[in-house]
Structures are given as C-alpha cells and as structure tokens.
Nanobody
C-alpha cells in the first residue's frame, strides 16, 4: 500500500514557475515508476511526466517538453515536478501516480492556475 500527498500548487502568472512535490509513504517507494498527471476542467486526465525506477529515464508529454522536469529522491520518498515558463494551458489539477505491475496509487491532487 502507498499513500501519496501532493503539494506546491498555486496561482502564478504566465511565464512563472512552480515546483510540485509528492510525498509518499510505504517502504517500497523505490520500486515504483512515478508519473505526474494533470486534468484540466472538463477534460480527461493524462500523463505529463514519467520517471523510471532509479531515475535514469524520464519522459515528457510534447506540451511540456523543455519546460517541466521530473525528479525523484528515493531516500526521502519524494517525487518532484519543476514547472517553468508556465502557460494558461497548464492550468489543471496535478496528480502524482505510483505504478508497478499494474497496481496504481494516486494522490488527491494539487491545483495549478496560470493567469494570463
């Protein structure tokens, strides 16, 4: 079992930056692939960033490539999403996800709002 808690969301102007954090409980955090998803109002939830077990491989959605950076600290059981050059289209609830062998855990989400 794993419990995930996101933080760091807020209101920011276009071009600004935010760093999201996801704190995990559970002794096997290091064995999970981690993802950040987002869901805009009236739209589906989709993955924006992925980091592999060990952190050697990352993947980003085209819409955030070059602006967002995902990282993980297994000793602290944390995963982060550094978001730079934010745009109004980045406005969404951001969710942390831990996945392993078909099992997925989700946080409650944190709201990011980018004003134009």
């Amino acid at each position: 079992q794993m419990h995930l808690v996101e933080s760091g969301g807020g209101l920011v102007q276009t071009g600004g930056s935010l760093k999201l954090s996801c704190a995990a409980s559970g002794s096997t955090f290091s064995t999970y692939e981690m993802r950040w998803y987002r869901q805009a109002p009236g739209k589906g939830r989709f993955s924006v960033a992925f980091i592999s077990i060990g952190g050697d491989y990352t993947y980003y959605a085209d819409s955030v490539e070059g602006r967002f950076t995902i990282s993980r600290d297994d000793a602290k059981k944390m995963v982060y999403l550094q978001m730079n050059d934010l745009k109004p289209d980045d406005t969404a609830i951001y969710f942390c996800n831990a996945g392993r062998q078909g099992t997925n855990f989700w946080g409650q989400g944190t709201q990011v709002t980018v004003s134009s």
